[in-house]
């Protein structure tokens, strides 16, 4: 990167709402592919922590998404972040989190939308289901005007309305708010999409989803003024990119614990290098910035599927168990006997592992599903995971080790949890802390080669993290190069 600070003109918008559940998955995808359908080359975003709506956006013809989440990076790293990515595209949208200023611990403003509108100077279009409500709905869309304090809220949207009510009420709406209407999407259960939990289900259980997805463009395009968007997404700031002072340097001095280790190698020496990384149904939430930290050291990404492959891609160096729904596919797991003792035997000889939630419980003796159903899996943790009929951790937190073996002394990396199931045997390496409660416990079971729990963590929030690793990675080769 230059030394000298760049400016990028990027049109771009956020979709955000006053709540959860209101539209802004749909929405956010209709408009997708309503671009997509005027050959523009957009790029979409999740603002936060969720793997799903990503996987709904990818699968709308092959847009590229991607997570944006000003808890996980501060300011000037996430804009450089957001600029790389738009390097090769033409628009951005983003997809809101919750309700526009809903950040940590419903309280602060970082992990908001709102919040990551602000870092990124993008215009918000803001989308209110007003299902059951009359002129109500003008106080509730003022309210978020009134406290919107940088002007961002450039566009309206309503959600869940009738043609022949929307043409009564847009009338009232125009007259005493001054931020354009630019629509409204009619109420429609077939375009809806059904939720796990608190989240949406995958896209591959929608059934007829392309179907769904250009109904949703068809309609957008019929009722909303795609146009006025394209005209407020392009009225926006330029965007720096800010030369960062190199990490290297900080970094170099966190490795002097690593006395009998090599040091790391640059990109070029680490082309021979290749991790697996599980990938399929079962195991599919992964941040794509992840991926890219080890491919920005030279790491050969190497995919593989534990449901249908029968053992481990040869020739690895580094193993990478993500998270997903491995309770809905427990049964096919079991039996796919030979892919969990090509993994046992790999990590028994040293290879350098990575395990995180649903890959944390595939490491497991068993999984006791929500039916009572116990499946047999790996058995590499001594220990059971089982479902508990409530969510057992939920939001952001920062992992700190006990003695340093990833991470330097006293660094913390940022992570995320979510999960309905728990286990008998979380570990004890680490310390997770909530941000704003700053509540405390242990989890996490670390040794030299491995790093196994519940937390997604993000790697561009301390980026020695995968450094260390691949420093794992090099000595398991060295060692099964001699042998």
């Known amino acids: 990167m230059s030394?000298?600070?760049?400016?990028?003109?990027?049109p771009r918008v956020l979709i955000g709402a006053p709540k959860s559940g209101s539209g802004k998955t749909l929405i956010t995808c209709a408009l997708l592919l309503a671009l997509k359908?005027?050959?523009?080359?957009?790029m979409s975003f999740k603002c936060g922590p969720d793997y799903?709506?990503?996987?709904?956006?990818?699968?709308i013809q092959g847009i590229p998404a991607e997570n944006l989440d000003t808890f996980f990076l501060e300011e000037k790293k996430l804009n450089n972040v957001f600029v790389d990515c738009m390097s090769e595209h033409k628009m951005a949208v983003m997809e809101g989190v919750m309700g526009l200023y809903d950040g940590l611990g419903g309280v602060r403003k970082e992990g908001s939308s709102y919040h990551l509108a602000q870092v990124t100077k993008t215009p918000v279009i803001l989308v209110v289901d007003v299902h059951g409500m009359g002129k109500s709905m003008i106080p509730l869309i003022k309210g978020f005007i009134d406290y919107d304090n940088d002007n961002l809220i450039r566009g309206i949207i309503l959600n869940r309305i009738s043609s022949y009510y929307y043409d009564i009420v847009s009338r009232e709406i125009k007259k005493e708010i001054k931020v354009p209407l630019l629509g409204y999407f009619p109420t429609d259960k077939n375009l809806s999409f059904e939720s796990r939990h608190l989240g949406l289900i995958m896209p591959e259980e929608v059934k007829d989803i392309n179907d769904k997805l250009n109904a949703a463009a068809m309609q957008l395009e019929k009722t909303v003024n795609i146009d006025k968007l394209l005209e407020i997404a392009s009225q926006t700031e330029d965007l720096e990119q800010i030369a960062l002072q190199s990490e290297s340097k900080t970094q170099n001095t966190k490795l002097n614990y690593f006395a009998d280790s090599a040091k790391i190698s640059n990109s070029k020496n680490n082309e021979t290098l290749t991790i697996a990384v599980a990938r399929d149904e079962a195991f599919c939430f992964y941040y794509e910035a992840n991926i890219r930290e080890f491919e920005k050291k030279g790491i050969k990404i190497k995919y593989f599927s534990p449901l249908r492959?029968?053992?481990?891609?040869?020739?690895?160096?580094?193993?990478?168990?993500?998270?997903?729904?491995?309770?809905?596919?427990?049964?096919?797991?079991?039996?796919?006997?030979?892919?969990?003792?090509?993994?046992k035997l790999y990590i028994e000889n040293g290879m350098p592992s990575l395990a995180e939630c649903g890959g944390f419980m595939y490491l497991h003796d068993s999984i006791i599903c929500e039916d009572g159903h116990e499946y047999k899996m790996m058995g590499v943790i001594n220990g059971k995971v089982s479902f508990r009929a409530k969510l057992v951790r939920f939001g952001y937190i920062e992992l700190e080790e006990k003695k340093p073996t990833f991470l330097g002394n006293k660094t913390k990396i940022k992570a995320h949890e979510f999960h309905y199931f728990d286990s008998d045997n979380n570990g004890e390496s680490c310390i997770a802390i909530k941000p704003v409660s700053e509540k405390k416990w242990q989890c996490i079971l670390e040794g030299d080669n491995y790093f196994w729990g519940f937390p997604h963590l993000y790697y561009p929030s301390a980026p020695e993290f995968v450094e260390h690793f691949v420093e794992r990675m090099i000595l398991y080769k060295k060692q099964a190069d001699r042998n």
């Open 309 to 343: 492959d029968k053992e481990i891609p040869k020739d690895v160096d580094g193993l990478l168990l993500g998270g997903g729904y491995p309770e809905l596919y427990a049964k096919e797991l079991s039996e796919n006997i030979s892919m969990m003792k090509s993994i």
């Open 3 to 10: 030394d000298k600070n760049s400016a990028y003109k990027i």
């Open 37 to 42: 359908k005027r050959n523009i080359d957009v």
């Open 52 to 59: 799903i709506d990503p996987m709904f956006h990818r699968s």
